[in-house]
């Protein structure tokens, strides 16, 4: 079990360019979340996939904001056009299906837009 | 909305003593209750967890109560550990897989 991984560990950005990061899951598991944590809050859901099948968005994940995960394996998380509003801890999580198979979270994407 | 609240954002406790961790929540759906705690700058991670059917659970040194009729929980760590300084988040879940998290309470354990 080598965790879930997630690159980079931050990233800066201007306002208005376009970041993407990637999430690595714990091979045998077929759930991906993305969650978002801001300063003195707890992580906030933003998506989830089974296997490749992107099952449900937050409100909060505008059309700005796009996640893949082809084949079921990797995940990305795209963020165009950056606002500083953006900036926060992306974290990404795997776990097996069922509702008591808790949640493995990567050490998250610290981005901040400049 | 905020449907899980910890209302305490802090607490210190002497080491070897108890540390107890609130949590309220406002969604009857819930079916599953999780505490995680985290480490700066490293992801949070699990710690223990309870389904609604029940009224406790127990691993070791930490114990988390949930009282339905209230919709409350607490966890309970004895005894306290210098290591035990974190963050510690309540999480709810409903619908098999949405996880919904409070703000965090952090503990600092003196010793």
């Known amino acids: 079990d080598t965790g879930v991984s997630q690159d980079p560990r931050h990233k800066i950005t201007k306002r208005g360019q376009n970041v993407t990061f990637r999430c690595d899951p714990i091979s045998e598991h077929n759930r991906l979340y993305w969650y978002r944590q801001t300063l003195g809050q707890g992580p906030e859901f933003l998506t989830y996939f089974q296997n490749e099948a992107q099952l449900e968005k937050s409100r909060l994940l505008s059309d700005r904001f796009s996640a893949e995960r082809p084949k079921g394996s990797f995940s990305t998380l795209e963020i165009q056009r950056t606002e500083q509003g953006d900036s926060a801890m992306y974290l990404c999580a795997s776990s097996l299906r069922g509702f008591n198979s808790p949640l493995h979270f990567g050490n998250g994407t610290r981005l901040t837009v400049t | 909305d905020q449907q899980v609240k910890q209302n305490s954002p802090s607490l210190s406790v002497q080491e070897g003593r108890i540390s107890i961790l609130n949590c309220d929540y406002t969604n009857s759906m819930f079916d599953y209750f999780l505490w995680y705690k985290k480490y700066p700058a490293e992801g949070p991670t699990f710690l223990i967890s309870i389904s609604s059917i029940k009224d406790k659970n127990e691993d070791g040194r930490f114990t988390v109560f949930l009282n339905k009729s209230a919709k409350h929980l607490s966890l309970h760590i004895v005894p306290s550990q210098p290591g035990d300084s974190a963050v510690y988040f309540c999480?709810?879940?409903?619908?098999?897989?949405?996880?919904?998290f409070g703000a965090g309470t952090t503990v600092t354990v003196r010793a």
């Open positions: 999480a709810a879940i409903r619908n098999d897989y949405k996880l919904s």
